[in-house]
């Protein structure tokens, strides 16, 4: 019989992970330990000391995980469970990568169709959809889960945004209380 090469408790980080493509993306070793992983998108160690590879397969599965893969790659609404894109036109172009580190939220350009709406009628109310509210509305309840606030803080928002941004149509149309979020 062949003996393993590696015995239980004692993988170690491997560096080719960084260029796999399952992982390359959101692992890097964890300094000061080569028993344990680092995933970048979720700030947690993963220790590899038991399972090696597997641990990061496992990791990789997890609900909180590929919602922030998901999240950095550019969801589209329609992961969240509505029709619109969240992030970018209908165009063959790839989301940009965010310049900040991934805990910050980013907001996504607007749609190059709305802007092309603009141009068509000179009015601002063509401009305004009920998707652009929509997305408004999900980025405020993003920005709520991530910095766990509670839902509470969006009580009187339809009603505080109207007079700090007295000319958005959108922020005349957000109606994202407690409630909703």
Same mark, same amino acid.
């Given at each position: 019989?062949?003996t393993p090469?590696?015995?239980?408790?004692?993988c170690?980080?491997?560096?080719?992970?960084?260029?796999?493509?399952r992982y390359k993306?959101?692992?890097?070793?964890?300094?000061g330990?080569k028993k344990?992983?680092?995933c970048?998108?979720?700030?947690r160690?993963i220790?590899i000391s038991?399972?090696?590879?597997s641990a990061?397969?496992?990791? +990789?599965?997890?609900s909180k995980h590929s919602?922030?893969l &998901?999240l950095?790659?550019?969801? !589209?609404? %329609?992961?969240?469970?509505?029709?619109s894109l969240?992030?970018?036109?209908?165009s063959?172009?790839?989301p940009?990568?965010?310049?900040k580190s991934?805990?910050?939220l980013t907001?996504?350009p607007?749609?190059?169709?709305s802007?092309?709406?603009k141009?068509a009628?000179?009015?601002?109310?063509?401009?305004?959809?009920?998707?652009?509210v929509?997305? +408004?509305?999900i980025?405020w309840?993003l920005?709520?889960v &991530?910095?766990h606030y509670s839902? !509470?803080s %969006?009580k009187?928002m339809?009603?505080l945004?109207?007079?700090?941004?007295p000319?958005s149509?959108?922020a005349?149309?957000?109606?994202c209380?407690?409630?909703k979020?």
């Amino acid at each position: 019989m062949s003996t393993p090469t590696t015995m239980k408790g004692q993988c170690n980080y491997n560096p080719n992970w960084e260029r796999d493509p399952r992982y390359k993306e959101w692992i890097s070793p964890f300094k000061g330990d080569k028993k344990k992983a680092l995933c970048k998108l979720c700030d947690r160690f993963i220790e590899i000391s038991g399972m090696g590879e597997s641990a990061l397969k496992s990791h +990789a599965k997890s609900s909180k995980h590929s919602l922030r893969l &998901k999240l950095k790659q550019g969801s !589209n609404l %329609s992961d969240f469970g509505f029709g619109s894109l969240a992030t970018s036109s209908k165009s063959n172009e790839k989301p940009k990568e965010p310049t900040k580190s991934t805990d910050e939220l980013t907001v996504p350009p607007p749609q190059v169709e709305s802007e092309k709406r603009k141009e068509a009628s000179g009015s601002i109310q063509s401009f305004m959809t009920k998707d652009d509210v929509l997305r +408004a509305e999900i980025l405020w309840v993003l920005k709520l889960v &991530k910095n766990h606030y509670s839902f !509470n803080s %969006s009580k009187d928002m339809s009603e505080l945004l109207p007079i700090m941004f007295p000319d958005s149509e959108i922020a005349k149309h957000f109606q994202c209380g407690e409630r909703k979020s």
